[in-house]
């Protein structure tokens, strides 16, 4: 059997659309990957550790970056987003835009020269705008392909190319491979494809509307992806929990579960991953500090997953982490910016409060912001919720038949599921090809 | 050998820090170690790691040449029985392992070598099995034969005779048949019961072990069967028996007659 | 033979390594090591930057062997041997030295003494280092077929997606028919689907003529590698023989049976499994129920969430209330678990229909009389008693007794509940680490329907990699016997547990290299030393204790 003139395009560069991209690849199929920021690894390369087993999380997903680059059948299209689509006899166009680089990809080394010299500081959002970065950067160190982008809205050279006089462009003066491109422009171009995977993953739950957590009002309140860049060994604070409103370390850190999940004013289903990922938190917290003592506080413990139960009692157990059933009513704080929680026991209904000195959320996993905007693009439906939707007989088919979806695009969902999706969403775009190709 | 002087800063405290040799699995017990550092189980960091794919590559070679080296403790771990990722390469470590600790028992350096089970899952036990063995080792003290303790000739001695004898092929013969005529009985279909083969090849063991060690003291200077019955303090008919095999075998022979005595060299 | 140059790459890890071990110092040191003619710390070796440092560092000194000490060979091992390759160097002559997994993070409380120890490890890789050998992999052929054991709905969903691929499938299955624990079910959540709906796929099985279906039929034997199994099934007692390129586990699980938990008796106190069969035979009536959730799981003996319990209880109580909006349905539990999309969305239905949901504690379980439950209402802070006409036990998932055997015939892993151990549970969720079998379905963890079918697709997916090409890719590191040594006494022979030595024509004792794992016991028992393991040779070996021994020297 041929497949090697068969191409699939995979949407989408998490652990997801990585995984699917790699077994069809092995396969045979030309896979083209496609992914809006400028480097692949999507949410999982923002993760300080896995859960249960506490293995690094970019140590595990580094290996599956660079087979992705080096693979023979595999081109990756950073910077890159699906405009148009048009469902042909067999397969399907799809229109791309590509975001200009600024920056040559063949002749760039990742030396980090210009980074030094660029004047112009950004909020970089691979740290959960945490910390500054560049106008000129890599989005994150491991980033792959470990090449230099040019953030257009705030380089000054961009942003004042139209003036007389030139200004800035020391990145351009500094680099020794002539990799700086100041004339690139976004371009349109179509690739074929026999089939699609869709594997745009989710966002975080921005709780900002849910003014009774008092984040964004009090600097003590951050979300669970903020902390999981805090205790990253290369995140913003190296590592160190450090409070945000006196740069202190916090002893006693309170997580709340369902943070807009589980909330029909907000997101009604359950994100799934939260009480797990909290436990993980609290774990690394001891780890990071022995004196920090952590407590969850929740509604419904839910750890089906494999050695996930386990993983709780080892808190408990080892860790010293405490489990409260109870629903914040209210977080305020006190004189020195120490968050108070006002919360109903829920097995007492009794209402009570507690003291810590930090608060981290567990918000939501929500669809991405272009989810419904895609969906409309490709004609694939979505459910009540704007995830994409699948049936219980066939999990990662969408509607359209050669569009298949995985990972958490589908619905809330940890690494093993998007991996087994992701995998299982290759087997299915192949068996379509082999159908129908005939 | 002896020359190894200086110690490593970290002993300036004159605490004795063992050096200890891990012989681990890949499958099992490496995994089981790398899953102690993921979980973050702490233990002394005395041990130093060869991986090797399965224990039952773990010749006893190996551990004699170690621990002639110096090596004050060797910890040899694989998966537990029935788990083997090659099916039952740890029956054969097990073995093999038990043929070194009875001869390891005449020099009293049996207790510096260990054989354990780690599944992959046993992070924690790991970290135990190292962190008790590494206790262990450090109350017995540094190994005689450490650059430490300034070896004596002796025991020096009797070790090469002992790595000799698990080098030798009939040991090795016997040795590798154990198992399978245990278990599956020798070429005339008899089953031979696993305690009398045992008690066979411990006779055989202690036999080339003295046969050994005789040709050892004989290589330094010649000697009569008198003079070597004292020096391994057996008696003189057995170590007459011994002279013969070995004379047999071509490996010494009558170096000149003193008195009435005969006296035997080993042939270069 | 060519001057030995060896490159060192010393990683911080970020601070993994870096935070604990004093990364500059071991630098220095090893600078100092034979052969070594090139050093250099990454703070992450194993990203694009880190890989590219490497490849410069061989081109630009002229590096014949590479040594990168950081994490576990375990994982990243390919990785490097890749960049070898690619660099026009033999892949074997990298070596990996474990200073993360086995020196930083297991000496965290004691910074000199991990770097003491990150010496003697990267010095003892470097003596390795000097003695390795080029080896060469070699292909062998796959047959493009697969065995799938079991024929539930996660194999049948692979055997479906392969065969559509044009690949040959064949199921066996122990029972009479397909189908699996579906079979038993009733209807299925949230869309009260019914589940014979789901298993029309029986159909299109039997009538594929890609897929061969063996029911009755029991493994018996497994031998061979991949690309090249060798099958005996039993079926009817007769024994059937055939060849596969790879293998699936789908064997699926049994329900608990709760005998001697809360008075089971099969009639007034039974099973979710055994009410959906009072549904499928219409023989319920029942009007005041409780169900106890976590019946045998999440305690001592079985600390885990089966998953799919309560969602299973609520489709049941939903189904009685639409049937009997009297009846009286009340479920204890310990938490409730709908996680995802729809289910919460069921539980909060189910709910409004006038299930009860009350908490019990783990440490006061219900007590179930003749004729009342008892239980601790951990909000009212008091005994609660409840009338019932049937008392419905929520079971867990668990493992089939003959895992533990069909585990063995293959060489894969369980885990302490029986359940099959996969490669990595993050990335590698439907792998063994053995080449050419998978698993996918109930029998690795607890699954509900939709989750057991794409783990189906994800095996199907992993087999058709290897499948859809023609051949495989296989290790150089394995035995080898030194003809001169060799006296044929065979003792080789007999220990291999691969059959992998044998006798050829010339009545040597040969290795057949496609058959050998590399374990090694044929080297350790082989009288003469006639027998190597390639990259794990006695010299090797002997080379790695000497430098172990020799760090006293040094300071």
Redesign the interface.
Known sequence: MNQNAKKVMVIGGGIAGIQSSLDLGDMGYKVALIEQEPCIGGRMAQLDKTLP???CSICILAPKLSDCFRHPNIKIHSLTQVQKISKKEQGFTVTLLRKARFVNEDLCINCGLCVEKCPSKVLDTFEMKMNKRKAIYLYYLQGVPAIMAIDKEKCLYLKNKNKEKRVCGFCEDVCQHNAIDFTQTDTNYTLESDAIILAVGSNQYDPTPLYAYGYKKYKNVITGLEYERMISASGPTEGHITRLSDKKHPKTIAFVQCVGSRDVNTNPYCSSICCTYSTKHAILSR?HDEEIQSSIFYIDLRAGGKGFQKYIERAKNEYGVKYIRGKIAEIKIDENENPILFYEDLDTFDVKSKKVEFVILACAMIPTKNSDKLAKVLGIELDEFNFVKSSIDSPVNTNVPGIFACGACLGPQDIPHSVINASGAAAKASEYISRTKR | ?NE???????ESDNEF?P?I?GFLC??CS??G???????????P?NI???????S???????VM??LI???DGILILGCHL??C?????NY?AQV?YEMLNNLLKYVKMDNRVDLGWVS??EGTYF?KIVTDFTNKIRSLGPSPLS?KSNPSKELLLNMKAIKQVV?D??T??L???ER?ITLHGNVYDEKIDEDEFALLLRDSLEAEYIRNQIYFYLKESPSSVKDMSEKIGIDTKTIFEHFLVLRQRTLIDLSEIKGYSPVYKVIK | MDEIRIGVFVCHCGTNIAGFVDIASVEEYVKTLPHVVFTQRNLYTCSETGLLAIKNGIEENKLNRVIVAAC???THEPLFRGICSEMGLNPYFFEFV?I????S??????R???T??AR??IR?GVARAALLEPLEKFQIDVKPSTLIIGGGISGMTAASNLANQGFEAIIVEKDIELGGQLRHHHKLYPGNMDSQEILSIIEEILKNPKIIVHTSSKIKDIDGYIGNFDITILKDEEEIKFGVGTIIVATGTDLLKPKGLYNYDGKKVITQKELELLFKKDQFNFKNIVMIQCVGSRNKERPYCSSICCMTAMKNARYIKEKNPDAEIIILNRDIYTSGTYQETYYRDARKMGIIFSRYNESKLPKVSEESVIYFNESMKEEIEIKYDLVVLSTPLISYGESKELS?ML?V?I??FGFF?EAHVKLRPVDF?NDGIFVCGTCKWPANVPESISQGYAAASRVTRIISKDSFTVEG?TAWIDQDKCVT?E?CL??C??KAITRDEEERVIVRTVLC?????C???????AIE?RH?T?NQ??S???A??E???V?
């Open positions: 087993t506490n293995d780890e | 050998m190894l002087i200086t110690e490593p800063k970290s820090e050096k040799l890949n499958w490496y995994a170690a790398d899953l102690a550092g993921v979980s973050r189980n702490q233990y960091p130093r790691v060869i991986r090797l794919m399965c039952g590559r773990v010749d006893p070679v190996f040449d170690a080296k110096g090596v029935g788990d990722h090659y099916g039952e390469g054969e093999n992959a899952a970290a650059s080098y092929p009939r090795r013969k040795v590798g048949r399978f | 576990t060979p375990r474990n993360r997994e086995q020196c993070w297991v000496h965290q409380k004691d000199e003494k991990a003491l120890k003697d490890l003892m063995k060489k892993p885990d302490e151990l680490s590191a006494c003792i007999k220990k547990a691969y794992k590399g374990c090694g016991v080297a350790t028992t082989c009288p003469q030393h393991i794990y006695d070996v002997e790695q204790i000497t172990l021994l760090g006293d020297l300071e």
